[in-house]
């Protein structure tokens, strides 16, 4: 049953999606009429009501995606549910696991670690932007994760205070930086994860990667979102869209081999 | 510690990866030298060790889709990471949700939504083949799932026993005879997640989910995975590998409208 | 040597390059300083002039599909270099090749088969919108190709005049109702080339084909272009673009054979 | 009508598509059934014939791209008619046009320049391997195009003979080595199109072009194809095919500014 305060996902069609907060006295306008929110309350998930002009609108519990890009305040570029969703399977985490992250930015990543590693794990996040940081904390706040989220104004090239983390995101400009402290921080077998745009980072990576001697199992991929226009009538891939975010590069922590062969 | 029983990633390089059970007594073989299994016991995850011929070999926790792609048992065509992640974060479930799926096959989705809805959640699979659920069940075990799930010799085209489910996921060929059983046992505003491979079908979940008008916002994607090969002097993606697995279709259940509009 | 009246491709950088007829007095404007176009004439293809702010710019000769996308007037959507260069090559066309086309609309594709035919071909287009014909001849008029192209303002589902064609064209929403009159026009062994942007219009042609018998060796393609951003620092895929156009479906005409098995 | 010493397509179905010369008294045998090519004499293009078993089969007349993927003898990895297209319409060669190539290999770059210069065109190829060009001139004299080649065994990397070329074709593993040798072979305003498989290689294209200062309007673009199961029951992209070939390099050559701004 919806009540006041909740979020619900306001779905007339695919154009017209919103969430938005139920408050009391507040109206939702679209431009296929509006919605008085007090009418909201009471009314069971799932159900139909009408914009003033008689159009049907479901009012839907929404999802930790749809709260990400139709609630989040945004204030930097943010990684997409295709890259985020490679990006935690192929992690390795999971209920309780305890992971490291830098940059926060607007806590997109974030968010999907802390819902990822359960009410039993723990994130945590380094960010050298303040700013950022109170609009990740508002948008965790949002989802209901800030219990499992620490994050940290502090620049994670300097050094990683944890200990023992089962996993290392890092969605900065020069992750390379940044492996010198994976030594007393990840557990050995620990998984790093990395995502750039470029494939001169990708490059820098896998160099930095192979002379560090303690990354291994490296793979490079990209992950590419199709999305259909989801018509009976004319079914196609959309014509326009993005048509790259980036390179998501996994590799696993090792402790250092005495002597390496070639 | 690695202990005898433990099942380890013993990787050498990228093509010389391979998930073993340490045995007491037993040998690895690999074309690059091999390596008694003995002497893992007692090592930290994350050592190296040396192969007979002296190349070095790290020993790695293997992460769940390690199990599922160097240790389960495979007797059907299974969905690859890039659309399980993707399918299971656009679901909306997580730690504690209580999902169905049908047909289980060999069982990487079962795996993936049990992983996902951890300890407190739990999965009811559907398979017609009794052989392939005793081959799911050695794989659920296997990676330790088996607490979190069910799985039933049933036709869930028949009905499903279930109620209150927070999600459905359907990877059979005739996703749409699954439709009519939606009422009883979806809450209201739960997602559907199918996987087909034809755009046929792909045709048919669409005129058969507008008919139905209680799935809504109805999202077809494909998700393509362009792997590099990963090495500092010739970075390319892969020359040949896998062009096509399927179509993931996402839609919310709600309750039918009275009236509807077109 | 450029002269007057000359068709010149002004490169500035990626962003600033437009083709420009050389008119004496005319000047050519753009955010990095203007030009005079007189001050071209007499120069050497290739050369680089100096804008007003002594930016440099680079005069070059245009290409084919420069003169398309920075020069012709466009009055309907139209086919892109990468589906019109594949369509071309797998249509088995050439110097000499008599060739059909419909719908022509702005040209696009008129003008790459007056190309590749050449002086000694000819190409035959059909078009229903007399506005559209006025502009594809104004853009062909730019190419220098009329001489090898016939524009008739006639639907070619009603049938085609010519006989012997070694190829068909058809960038029409329906282009199943032109199946039954490639008997008299094409000869056998033609190369029928259809260009649709749904998968509804794949699955009919398919349908007809088959039903035809007549159309053999059918192939359904969909060519993707990927652009990178040009730059040594920071080389990637460009952001936002096209994510779709169409599907490229070739065939060849057979003599229906007398008895046909399954 | 088909003669005697005439190439064939033999089409039975896409995975049974044979170019054959029809000699007397030889026969080609499917695992469909055989049929004697003697009986093919006198036949119209585009008529049907019975194999042995009674299984229909179309001779259809070879396409430029027949001939070259299932007739011509292949000694080097070749190039994908994906990127030819798009290499040969994006170079604006085209009727008469002059061009050299480096290096030949197998020659289906080469035949495909030689079909679009035409007889008033012509293509000057190097190629370091003796062997290469024997097999080059093989393939070439089958699809009737050796009047408009010249192939030369030199290392193009030590200098271009020809002058005022329209278009320069590289496609060996180092070409910002044949950059210096532009300058006398080139028309200024011609273009330069260059194939290669990795990011490095791109890479140091990009940055040698830049410090060049005479190749300017530089385009990075990889073409890629889907092709799909053409089946009206089960359309979708076959599952397993290339998944890269290589990078297009486009660019203008230009007559060198005196001064440049950065």
């Given at each position: 049953?919806?009540?006041e305060?909740?979020?619900?996902?306001?779905?007339?069609?695919e154009r017209?999606?919103?969430?938005?907060?139920?408050?009391?006295?507040?109206?939702?306008h679209?431009d296929?009429?509006?919605?008085?929110?007090?009418?909201?309350?009471?009314?069971e998930?799932?159900?139909?009501?009408?914009?003033?002009?008689?159009?049907?609108a479901?009012?839907?519990?929404?999802?930790l995606?749809?709260?990400?890009?139709?609630?989040?305040?945004r204030?930097?570029?943010?990684?997409y549910?295709?890259?985020?969703?490679?990006?935690?399977?192929?992690?390795?985490?999971g209920?309780?696991?305890?992971?490291?992250?830098?940059?926060?930015?607007?806590?997109?990543?974030?968010?999907v670690l802390a819902?990822?590693?359960?009410?039993?794990?723990?994130?945590y996040?380094?960010?050298?932007?303040?700013?950022?940081?109170?609009?990740?904390?508002?948008?965790?706040?949002?989802?209901?994760?800030?219990?499992?989220?620490?994050?940290?104004?502090?620049?994670?090239?300097?050094?990683?205070?944890?200990?023992?983390?089962?996993?290392?995101?890092l969605?900065?400009?020069?992750?390379?930086d940044?492996?010198?402290?994976l030594?007393?921080?990840?557990?050995?077998?620990?998984?790093?994860?990395?995502?750039?745009?470029?494939?001169?980072?990708?490059?820098?990576i896998?160099?930095?990667?192979?002379?560090?001697?303690?990354?291994?199992?490296?793979?490079?991929?990209?992950?590419?979102l199709r999305?259909?226009?989801?018509t009976?009538e004319?079914?196609?891939?959309r014509?326009?869209?993005?048509?790259?975010?980036?390179?998501?590069?996994t590799s696993?922590?090792?402790?250092?081999?005495?002597?390496?062969?070639t």
């Amino acid at each position: 049953m919806i009540s006041e305060g909740d979020l619900v996902l306001v779905y007339v069609d695919e154009r017209r999606s919103r969430v938005v907060r139920v408050v009391k006295g507040k109206t939702l306008h679209t431009d296929r009429g509006y919605l008085r929110l007090d009418d909201l309350i009471g009314l069971e998930w799932g159900s139909s009501v009408r914009l003033s002009t008689g159009v049907t609108a479901y009012v839907l519990r929404p999802t930790l995606t749809d709260l990400m890009f139709k609630f989040f305040k945004r204030v930097t570029q943010v990684i997409y549910p295709k890259d985020l969703a490679y990006m935690v399977l192929q992690s390795g985490i999971g209920e309780g696991s305890r992971v490291a992250e830098a940059g926060v930015g607007t806590g997109f990543l974030t968010a999907v670690l802390a819902w990822t590693v359960g009410s039993s794990g723990h994130v945590y996040g380094y960010e050298i932007n303040k700013e950022y940081i109170d609009v990740a904390l508002r948008n965790l706040e949002v989802a209901g994760l800030t219990s499992r989220v620490t994050i940290k104004n502090k620049d994670i090239t300097q050094g990683i205070d944890e200990r023992e983390l089962d996993a290392l995101f890092l969605d900065i400009p020069n992750p390379w930086d940044v492996f010198p402290h994976l030594h007393d921080s990840l557990k050995p077998s620990g998984t790093v994860v990395v995502f750039v745009p470029t494939l001169n980072q990708v490059l820098k990576i896998l160099s930095q990667a192979r002379e560090s001697k303690f990354l291994v199992d490296v793979r490079v991929s990209e992950v590419i979102l199709r999305e259909y226009q989801a018509t009976t009538e004319a079914l196609r891939p959309r014509t326009i869209g993005v048509t790259h975010t980036g390179y998501v590069i996994t590799s696993r922590y090792v402790k250092k081999a005495k002597t390496q062969e070639t």
